[in-house]
């Protein structure tokens, strides 16, 4: 994997400078679609002033006011053109909000709900292990914490606003994978493991007994006790011919397993069943919650479903699929009214029709079609009491695919996500492309509503810029650390500041002091200025004092946080003592009065400065140690 990276880093060597990303400047027009699919190469990234982080920069060939409601975009760009991995929020308008860059690869930035609190997960550790992972989750809170109480376990550190508060790793020695963390109501976490494994099954390849596999386990573990709840191996439920994936020459030796399975979501509905999506078997598996045995499959070879769709898209043909999630039908209202009505709740005379939605179908190294990526929504039908026999028991139907207009296959990664509405609409579906750093939200009916590329068309495919989801969600960011700032001159003198995380700063207030460390009440506001984007340029001609901060207000003009104060320099500093001698001097009293002040002024300077160079001559004399002896 890491000699293929390294091969593919040195074959594209020669033309590096066209794929290498670069700083667009501070005044890029993200309309320029020119410039920013040619010149700046893969991965156009815009830096900044008062931070030393660094924000995608967005094309946005549609976009439609409906994408943007208060929702926040949450994603984890890297590939081999992205400087540095980060887990990253951005807002509607495609600014960057929170960036954490992480040591190793981030995946899988999600908002979760966690003992009633909004918190953050993601995972951070080495990708480099084929094709999954071997880390840790962790789980970081943003908002104002009103009872943490229940939080101040052994093993949570109580830590409030993007303070990490949990680290979840994988019990029984092994290591959680990147692909699913999900928190429950309950307070566990579910998530994905890949284990070396050995599979007794004679004669399945050449002359060996055992077969190695990378078998997935997920487990469910109490976030709060650090207990195992619950532990599920696919091996022990699906067999090793239900894979499309060729064995080749793995699966012999211990250090070459077979990536037979590849589990990539997991889902736990509330009557405590599991839905788990895996990549080389086509399988969506319904999986029982206190037996661990298989309720049903949705594609692959052991597929339970007839497959009712009208048309040559199918329901039950989805490959390579990732994120898999149950959906009530009145997710729906208005595609599904007819079908609502006579199935208004999810079980209706012991039959449950539910959705199912997922990322469906990248190519794979050994993928031989070439059906784009698509997201689908599928209607399933099945008895509620378990097996059945009876025709067309089990029937999944294919209600919408979405398709993006330039109709890429997105070989790896991926995401799917209903975006409830809260006004009796449909919601609306926001594909990630993985491997291709592309999100699109689309209407229900399918059309592209917004298209947010971070990444040039000239790099899909090719794994320069990739984020293994891209996931949209409301969120309050009020970070423990302050803004910060910064100046420079853009022609006049000014400063910038930003707040990384922060998301209810409205505007930022200048303020200036002769000192830095002036107690509050010394700082006078200087103005106000409407925050834009990540960092706001202030204009600082109206300061003329020597030091200045910034303080960030919301909505309503409360304080939110202060920024240290900034030095801008003695002569700014002398220019104001003028300024106000100038004034006072216009008072004779007052005039005398700062002339002694400026000769005692003197007097003390030209005194100090005599007795420090006494003091230099006499070390260089070597007199000084006899004065101190003397007092022996
Ligand atoms: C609901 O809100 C969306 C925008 O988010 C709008 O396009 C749609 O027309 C609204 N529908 C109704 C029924 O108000
Ligand atoms: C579907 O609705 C039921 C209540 O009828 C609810 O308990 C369940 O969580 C919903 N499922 C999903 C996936 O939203
Ligand atoms: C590119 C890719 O993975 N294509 C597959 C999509 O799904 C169809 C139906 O299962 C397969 O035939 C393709 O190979």
Redesign the pocket.
């Known amino acids: 994997m890491v000699g293929l990276a390294l091969l593919i880093g040195l074959l594209s060597f020669s033309h590096i400078d066209q794929t290498a990303a670069k700083d667009v400047g501070a005044y890029f027009d993200t309309k320029n679609t020119q410039a920013f699919e040619h010149d700046f190469g893969s991965f156009p990234y815009k830096t900044f002033r008062s931070s030393d982080l660094i924000s995608p920069i967005l094309r946005r060939p549609n976009d439609s006011p409906q994408c943007h409601d208060d929702s926040y975009i949450f994603l984890t760009p890297r590939g081999y053109q992205v400087p540095h991995p980060a887990v990253t929020i951005m807002d509607g308008d495609g600014e960057l909000v929170w960036e954490h860059c992480v040591d190793g690869q981030g995946y899988n930035l999600k908002v979760q709900e966690y003992m009633g609190q909004q918190v953050l997960t993601f995972w951070v550790g080495n990708d480099g292990v084929g094709g999954h992972g071997e880390g840790d989750y962790y789980m970081v809170r943003c908002a104002t914490c009103l009872d943490c109480s229940h939080l101040l376990t052994t093993r949570l550190q109580y830590n409030s606003r993007y303070e990490e508060i949990a680290k979840i790793s994988a019990l029984n020695g092994l290591h959680a994978d990147l692909h699913e963390l999900t928190v429950t109501p309950q307070g566990t976490g579910i998530m994905t493991i890949y284990e070396i494994y050995p599979i007794t099954s004679p004669g399945f390849v050449d002359d060996t007994d055992v077969v190695w596999v990378w078998d997935c386990v997920f487990q469910e573990i109490d976030i709060a006790t650090n207990e195992l709840v619950f532990q599920w191996r696919a091996s022990e439920h699906h067999s090793l011919e239900e894979t499309?994936r060729k064995i080749g020459d793995e699966g012999r030796v211990s250090n070459r397993p077979w990536d037979w399975y590849h589990m990539n979501s997991i889902q736990k509905d509330e009557l405590g069943n599991y839905l788990v999506s895996a990549r080389y078997t086509?399988t969506i598996t319904y999986i029982d919650g206190r037996t661990g045995a298989i309720i049903w499959i949705l594609?692959g070879k052991r597929n339970d479903f007839n497959d009712l769709s009208e048309g040559k898209s199918?329901a039950t043909?989805?490959?390579?699929q990732h994120f898999a999630r149950f959906h009530n039908l009145t997710e729906f209202p208005v595609l599904l009214a007819d079908e609502i009505k006579y199935q208004p709740t999810k079980d209706v005379d012991g039959v449950t029709k539910m959705l199912v939605s997922a990322f469906?179908?990248?190519?794979?190294n050994e993928?031989?079609?070439?059906?784009p990526?698509r997201g689908v929504l599928i209607e399933i039908k099945y008895p509620t009491k378990g097996p059945s026999t009876a025709k067309d028991a089990y029937t999944a139907k294919l209600i919408r695919e979405y398709i993006h207009p330039a109709q890429f296959?997105s070989?790896s990664q991926g995401s799917m996500q209903i975006l409830p509405s809260d006004n009796g609409s449909d919601p609306r579906v926001l594909l990630g492309y993985g491997y291709v750093g592309v999100w699109t939200e689309f209407s229900a009916d399918g059309d592209v509503l917004c298209d947010n590329r971070f990444s040039t068309m000239s790099s899909w495919g090719t794994g320069d810029v990739q984020s293994y989801r891209v996931l949209k969600a409301p969120w309050k960011g009020k970070p423990v650390w302050p803004p910060t700032i910064a100046s420079g001159d853009n022609g006049h003198p000014s400063i910038s500041v930003s707040w990384n995380g922060a998301t209810e700063v409205k505007s930022w207030k200048l303020q200036q002091a002769d000192e830095s460390t002036c107690p509050d009440e010394e700082w006078e506001d200087v103005s106000v200025t409407n925050k834009k984007g990540f960092e706001t340029e202030l204009d600082i001609t109206d300061a003329d004092m020597r030091f200045v901060r910034v303080v960030a207000l919301d909505a309503n003009g409360e304080m939110l946080g202060i920024t240290d104060s900034l030095d801008l320099g003695w002569e700014m500093g002398v220019n104001s003592v003028f300024e106000r001698l100038k004034v006072r001097a216009s008072d004779p009293a007052q005039l005398a009065m700062v002339s002694v002040a400026v000769l005692a002024l003197f007097v003390i300077g030209y005194e100090g400065f005599r007795q420090f160079r006494c003091w230099k001559e006499m070390r260089r004399l070597g007199y000084a140690p006899v004065h101190r002896h003397s007092h022996v």
Do not use: E, L, P, V
């Open positions: 499309y086509h594609g199918k043909n989805i490959a390579y469906d179908n990248g190519t794979d993928g031989t079609g070439h059906r990526s296959i070989s």
